[in-house]
């Protein structure tokens, strides 16, 4: 069973850092595809940030620059680094676990999630 869980979320300041993870049970982050995504009050959930499986990445437009996506040698891990936060990025975020070719020609969508995490929230303040 494959379990996905997210952690590093919080409240941060204008312009602060966070680092979210996700420890990913049952089976080996590098052998697929592995994103975020965010869901923001009153919003639907938008992707953020995919990591294929031979390490190209896509970035949503609104957190190019800002946020970096990787994942732990022992590829169990997945990690999302945000960098000089904005109120805008407040919402919950989530793990996603993508196919064997998720990442490699575009963006990870919704319907190619296999499995998801619980959420995280993660909350800029101004």
């Known amino acids: 069973q494959v379990q996905l869980v997210e952690s590093g979320g919080g409240l941060v300041q204008a312009g602060g850092s966070l680092r979210l993870s996700c420890v990913v049970s049952?089976?080996?982050?590098?052998?697929?595809?592995m994103g975020w995504f965010r869901q923001a009050p009153g919003k639907e959930r938008e992707f953020v940030s995919v990591i294929s499986r031979i390490g190209s990445t896509w970035y949503a437009d609104s957190v190019k620059g800002r946020f970096t996506i990787s994942r732990d040698n022992a590829k169990i891990t997945l990690y999302l680094q945000m960098n000089s936060l904005k109120p805008e990025d407040t919402a919950v975020y989530y793990c996603?676990?993508?196919?064997?070719?998720?990442?490699?020609?575009?963006?990870?969508?919704?319907?190619?999630?296999?499995?998801w995490g619980q959420g995280i929230q993660v909350t800029v303040s101004s």
């Open positions: 996603a676990a993508g196919t064997y070719n998720s990442g490699l020609y575009s963006p990870l969508s919704s319907s190619q999630v296999a499995y």
């Open positions: 049952g089976r080996t982050v590098g052998d697929y595809g």
